[in-house]
């Protein structure tokens, strides 16, 4: 699906961290503790390929993909985008570095202005970045349209009238109208229902087709990021656990995490869901406020060992064919 | 199976509001055998749990209720406030999908577990008290006598959800209805709820009323499953009925416009054209005719009734059904049995939704 093996990969992230300051005290905010959301994040993303980044709750996935898009400033950590480093990138160079690389959030409702027609919020990034009396805004605002499937003539109606996965339809138009390179898809189909987000995937996979655009998919819907994507990582408390081609971590996973998350999505199949291997987990996630020292999963995990506690596992290729942060990786087949 | 715990007749469920009557069940019917597990599915909007709050006697004041509720040999509906209290706990348990809700933030776990007990059993507070905490035990509360002094804030949202279960078993209740008892929650902790829900099945040996919209929950837990669109019974099976030979087009819809864990994604999704109708409006014709690829004229004439499917003539390898029969309502059910899953429906990334001129 992609040469990044060959060509420089599009997006290089490269241990990436962001930790927050928690402020407490009565009178004086003063910092009490820091939380670890994003702890050395690192990988790359080629052209025409999808990355699937996937995780629960609290696990920094949101946090990794605003990073990238320099919404937030990351703590330390390198994030290249066609060879050039955004961090740190002064305000009016990031506007130019952001014309490439657009984002589509997961709630269709709020990220639409009522009050403006949904042509206009399409046309509003050519506004921005100067673009709207160049090229012959009011066609590409149709183009659009007619890209995401709509018809160019819904550009005069108010976001009420649409339906969420028409919004979110609106949504990648607006984020397309710039012809970026890579678009950062935050849940963008986790608030819809089945039969409507079946039309949204189809769309994001027919426009990476014709277009050749890349997308940083972030999602905790582990069969929708198998659908979709080409290269899977799967996040833990701020870590990346394990990441490789998507038969890699769905068919042959290794860490105890992976194939404790795959084995708990249910299948819609009744005869294969009551024969398969249900691995349940003990206990909750840790606070990211006081991260486990050594591999973060070890106080759930049932092979933890002395070593998971004194040291961090990188994630490197430990013989299965795919990097995975475990200290005792083992393919297990839990689909 | 001839007893059944709860069996619900003819159910339909109206509200009346500023903008007109909402029928919002339609003539539902099933029974529930015991310990049998049946499973409602739908999208939003479908009805299903205004039907779990009807059983439980927890409508609006604004609705109108009419058909039969029959818990045992007692009758639910016009039932009193007072008697229906007497019912709920001991006789059906619920569990509802926000935990945060049905907790009480000023009250510990153990005192909110040993008032259930103590609501319908004449025993100690200590006994009582005792009792929590052998069910905070039993539903996997690590370190419980100490655990059960803790508020609900106190406690994840996974842990939450098996209080309420705990809560649920206390009087050993014949039926457990769960309204959408996994929706919120993260997927490692969905696996540790519903193991926890098989627990106290297996303790009580109550029968479950299992709604849900998530399709791989109910292939895992269901014997049989009932789907609703628009507030109406669309078609009743074991699940093997409706999994594998479904005979609606809507719930063939539903099947394809799924991602699966267990497909590497070559294939495409299906995806249903359209929206559900308005609930407002008088029924006539088919409800999904509008969204059906197989419509005829006569889906617009004729409502189809539920009509029992013809099994195929190799029902070899899955064993005897259990309770009960396949059906459908469908003009063509057993042709559309007879139907690759979801082939009638495109794959096509257009939008279909339409309702925009």
């Known amino acids: 699906m992609s040469d990044a093996g060959t060509a420089a990969p599009l997006l290089v992230v490269d241990d990436l961290v962001k930790h927050y300051a928690r402020r407490g005290g009565t009178f004086v905010r003063r910092v009490v503790s820091t939380i670890h959301a994003v702890c050395g994040v690192s990988f790359t993303i080629g052209a025409s390929e999808t990355l699937g980044l996937v995780g629960e709750s609290g696990c920094g996935k ?91 003539h819904h550009a005069n109606r108010f976001p009420n009238e649409f339906s969420g996965g028409q919004r979110q339809r609106i949504g990648i138009a607006r984020s397309l109208i710039l012809e970026p390179k890579l678009l950062v898809l935050d849940e963008p189909v986790s608030a819809l229902d089945v039969s409507i987000q079946a039309g949204v995937v189809n769309l994001l996979e027919d426009l990476q087709e014709q277009l050749g655009i890349s997308y940083l998919f972030i999602a905790h819907d582990l069969s929708v990021v198998r659908h979709i994507s080409d290269r899977v990582a799967v996040m833990y408390l701020g870590r990346i656990v394990e990441s490789g081609t998507r038969d890699d971590v769905y068919d042959r996973p290794q860490h105890p995490y992976t194939q404790a998350l795959l084995s708990a999505v249910p299948v819609p199949d009744p005869r294969k869901e009551r024969s398969r291997r249900h691995i349940v987990l003990e206990g909750d996630v840790p606070s990211p406020e006081h991260p486990p020292s050594g591999c973060r999963f070890r106080t759930r995990c049932w092979k933890a060992q002395e070593v998971c506690t004194d040291e961090t596992p990188e994630l490197v290729d430990r013989g299965g064919g795919h990097p995975v942060a475990c200290h005792f990786p083992e393919t297990t087949t839990v689909v | 199976m001839s007893e059944t715990t709860l069996a619900v007749q003819d159910l339909n469920v109206e509200f009346a509001t500023g903008e007109g009557t909402v029928y919002a069940v339609r003539g539902i019917s099933f029974a529930l055998a015991p310990e049998e597990v049946l499973g409602i599915v739908g999208e939003s909007g479908s009805g299903k749990s205004v039907t779990a709050l009807a059983i439980m006697g927890l409508l609006a004041k604004n609705a109108r209720l009419t058909g039969s509720i029959a818990f045992g040999d007692r009758e639910l509906t016009g039932l009193k406030e007072k008697e229906m209290s007497g019912i709920r706990g001991t006789g059906i348990a619920m569990v509802f999908q926000d935990p945060m809700t049905s907790l009480n933030p000023v009250y510990t776990v153990g005192w909110q577990i040993a008032e259930a007990v103590r609501a319908h059993q004449d025993v100690s507070k200590d006994e009582a008290m005792a009792r929590a905490v052998s069910l905070l035990e039993l539903v996997g509360i690590p370190r419980a006598a100490e655990r059960a002094k ?146 005829e004229p006569l889906c617009d004439e004729e409502e189809p009734a539920l009509r029992t499917v013809v099994a195929p003539e190799d029902s070899s390898g899955t064993g005897p059904a259990t309770g009960g029969t396949h059906v459908a309502a469908c003009h063509f059910a057993d042709a559309v049995a007879d139907l690759p899953v979801a082939s009638m429906f495109s794959d096509s990334s257009e939008d279909q939704e339409g309702g925009i001129t």
Not at chain 2, 265 to 283: K, M, N, V, Y
Request: net charge negative; charged share 20%; hydrophobic share 40%.
């Open chain 2, 150 to 295: 803790n508020y609900p804030h106190e406690f994840s949202g996974g842990m939450r959800q098996r209080v309420v279960i705990a809560i649920a078993m206390a009087n050993d209740p014949a039926v457990i209805l769960a309204d959408e008892p996994t929706t919120a929650l993260d997927v490692t902790v969905q696996a540790q709820v519903l193991s926890t829900l098989q627990t106290a099945l297996e303790e009580t040996r109550a029968s479950l009323l299992l709604i849900t919209h998530d399709l791989g929950v109910i292939a895992g837990l269901a014997d049989r499953v009932l789907v609703m669109y628009a507030g109406r019974p669309v078609e009743i099976g074991t699940v093997e009925d409706i999994f594998y030979r479904p005979a609606m087009p809507y719930t063939h819809g539903l099947l394809g416009s799924l991602p699966r864990l267990d497909s590497d994604g070559s294939e495409r999704l299906r995806q249903i054209p359209g929206a559900p109708p308005s609930l407002t409006d008088e029924p006539k014709g088919c409800p999904f005719a509008p969204r059906c690829p197989l419509r």
């Open chain 1, 62 to 152: 949101t946090t990794t993909g605003r990073a990238v898009l320099q919404l937030i400033e990351p703590t330390s950590g390198s994030v290249r985008f066609m060879g050039q480093e955004l961090v740190g990138l002064g305000a009016g160079a990031m506007r130019d570095a952001r014309r490439q690389i657009q984002v589509v959030f997961q709630d269709p409702f709020a990220s639409l202005d009522p009050r403006m027609p949904v042509g206009e919020s399409i046309a509003e990034p050519l506004h921005i970045h100067g673009m709207w009396e160049r090229g012959d805004g009011r066609r590409k605002v149709a183009d659009a349209l007619r890209l995401v499937g709509l018809e160019p």
